[in-house]
């Protein structure tokens, strides 16, 4: 959801950073799912620029969770919905090669 610079940008001018973020995953407030899609850059070129910074030895994490609204929440309240959101995760991570994930947890217990 973070307005820029690109990955590319945030790269080249922090090298001394070898962790960074992408934030957020969201859910539908409703469920266990969740999706992730940059905000500032394509897709496309989000995973190309995400690459070259791995390559130059930056982890890259998404991050699920954080001050995001009660519609953008992701909610795990019985084992199905457990079931869907490591699924959603597994999916996210695995289509745009992310290294870990980042439990942002600011809303408490839910």
């Known amino acids: 959801m973070y307005q820029g610079p690109t990955v ?4 080249a001018s922090a090298p001394q950073y070898n962790i960074q973020y ?4 969201l859910g539908n407030g409703s469920g266990g799912s ?3 899609s940059p905000a500032f850059q394509s ?3 989000f995973k190309v620029d995400m690459a070259a910074s791995q390559a130059q030895g930056c982890k890259w994490l ?3 969770g954080g001050g995001v609204p ?3 929440q992701v ?8 079931n869907q959101l490591v699924a959603s995760l597994k999916n996210i991570v695995d289509e745009y090669g992310f290294d870990g994930i980042d439990f942002d947890l600011e809303n408490g217990p839910s």
């Open 34 to 36: 969740a999706t992730f």
């Open 43 to 45: 897709a496309a070129s």
């Open 22 to 25: 992408a934030a957020f995953a």
């Open 62 to 64: 998404i991050s699920i």
């Open 8 to 11: 590319a940008e945030v790269t």
């Open 70 to 72: 009660a519609s953008s």
């Open 75 to 82: 909610y795990i309240r019985n084992q199905t919905e457990a």
